[in-house]
């Protein structure tokens, strides 16, 4: 219902019969006068002979009514008078926001950026002068003032402050059954601990596992095996439709298992531990510090399970939540890996090291992706190098001379030092050397770590994605770096 009703008709307001039907035929004839100004887009042209009635609503509008038959004729909102300065701050406000992009690491935008924020239209003072008050619940003082306690004891609103008390609350016991309402004890008795400890791998899950399987054998390298989502396996996902043309769904669960089937069968497979596996050799820890790395004899693995989570491809800690109850130094021992397949053999002549995807992609003679791996590529301190540059030399399980004039600054060392060979050395089990002094792609001792985190300018893989692609190169092939 409307709230307010003004009602004013031809005979309300005064006008005669005659007045009223003179003055409708006035407006039709004008109406239909191919003259007639209709510049406002609120006039009301009625085309119509019969006395009608103007009603406001409680927003403003008028309501037009036909007399007789009480239809609805027109609704027009009430006629705002344009602001012209209004309209103008509006627009600059506009363009401000528009404009207001701010890029943190171009100097540029910086200088801008301090730039708009000494502009006082653009960020204006805050008042100093008093506290804010809404004036729609804080009146103000009839002096003009801002309400304070000696003006306004009740705050402005009108009301004696009440006082709320509350109801003690009813504690309800565990089994359901409601109990009258008792103090609260001393102290608060401890839930028991959970009998069953939740797995190491809670997260992981074997279906995404299978999905990295898949994508590890077509050639997009999911990193390693966790069974996890992450940005590695939406990265292995995109490689994979342009390697295979086919768009596949993570959600797609049929289809992933046709592509299993057609590409080895399943995910995981059975696998028994050997004597030689158990026997290493194998050190006990990989100190962080590089004049401790040289004292070591190498830089192997330190257990059977790093050992076999790089064999196949695993996180080591999902490759334990797989076989929570085996004994990995006991020879004869079967456990649960990854079936992740054979590696790429075609010849790469091309390789991109995108630094903003965090992957390299190696290309065939004839430009066509072969494998796409996830690489962690440079840091803010030492940044990768840029343009072109050509593949020297290729080294598998190398030595790792450290010198920090030429590289960067470890811990307190300040000479040059000699670290044995081992997956666990600073570049893994692979060094694929560039044209450019002390750059290269490498292997890394922390797999789970790819594509998270930065190095020292290098191009870091997997130790198995790095020994697959120093297979497929030779000194002479480019490799790019871009953005």
């Not at 359901?176 to 401890?190: F, K, M, Y």
């Not at 060392?413 to 692979?430: A, C, E, F, H, K």
């Amino acid at each position: 219902m409307v709230s307010r009703i003004a009602v004013l008709s031809a005979m309300i307001v005064g006008l005669g019969a005659a007045e009223a039907q003179a003055a409708r035929s006035a407006h039709l004839s004008e109406a239909l006068t191919p003259s007639a100004n209709l510049s406002h887009a609120d006039d009301i042209v009625l085309a119509q002979m019969q006395d009608v009635e103007i009603y406001f609503d409680g927003h403003g509008n008028r309501v037009i009514l036909d007399a007789y038959t009480g239809e609805i004729i027109a609704v027009q909102p009430p006629r705002r008078a344009v602001n012209r300065q209004e309209q103008r701050r509006m627009l600059r406000e506009r363009q401000w926001r528009e404009d207001e992009r701010y890029y943190l690491d171009d100097p540029e935008d910086m200088a801008r950026l301090r730039r708009d924020q000494l502009d006082q239209r653009r960020y204006p003072e805050a008042p100093v002068d008093g506290p804010y008050y809404d004036e729609r619940q804080f009146p103000p003082a009839p002096n003009g003032a801002y309400p304070d306690e000696q003006a306004y004891p009740d705050g402005g609103l009108g009301s004696e402050p009440q006082i709320v008390t509350r109801e003690p609350v009813e504690r309800r016991p565990l089994d359901g059954q409601i109990e009258p309402s008792v103090p609260p004890p001393a102290a608060e008795p401890t839930l028991p601990r959970a009998t069953i400890e939740p797995p190491a791998a809670f997260a992981a899950r074997e279906e995404v596992a299978a999905i990295q399987v898949l994508m590890d054998r077509a050639g997009a390298s999911p990193g390693v095996i966790d069974g996890r989502f992450g940005s590695n396996v939406d990265k292995a996902l995109e490689a994979y439709r342009q390697l295979t043309g086919e768009n596949l769904k993570s959600t797609d669960s049929e289809a992933i298992k046709a592509a299993l089937a057609a590409s080895g069968g399943d995910p995981f497979v059975d696998y028994t531990i050997t004597p030689e596996d158990a026997a290493g050799p194998f050190v006990a820890a990989i100190p962080a510090d590089y004049g401790e790395k040289a004292q070591l004899p190498h830089m192997s693995y330190t257990s059977v399970t790093e050992m076999l989570a790089e064999r196949f491809h695993m996180d080591e800690a999902y490759l334990k939540a797989l076989n929570p109850e085996a004994n990995f130094s006991r020879p004869g021992t079967i456990i649960r890996v990854a079936n992740v397949g054979k590696a790429v053999t075609a010849k790469v002549h091309r390789i991109v090291a995108d630094k903003s995807l965090k992957q390299v992609f190696a290309y065939d003679e004839g430009g066509k992706l072969v494998a796409a791996y996830p690489a962690t590529i440079g840091s803010t301190d030492t940044p990768s190098p840029t343009g072109q540059h050509a593949v020297s030399r290729v080294a598998l399980n190398p030595n790792y001379t450290y010198n920090p004039k030429l590289n960067f600054k470890q811990g307190n060392n300040d000479r040059i030092l000699t670290i044995p060979p081992g997956p666990n050395g600073p570049v893994g089990s692979v060094w694929i050397a560039l044209d450019k002094p002390t750059y290269g792609i490498h292997g890394t001792p922390d797999p789970s770590k790819i594509g998270k985190t930065e190095s020292h300018g290098c191009v870091r893989l997997t130790n198995w994605d790095a020994q697959e692609l120093a297979k497929l190169v030779s000194p002479g092939v480019m490799v790019e770096f871009t953005q």
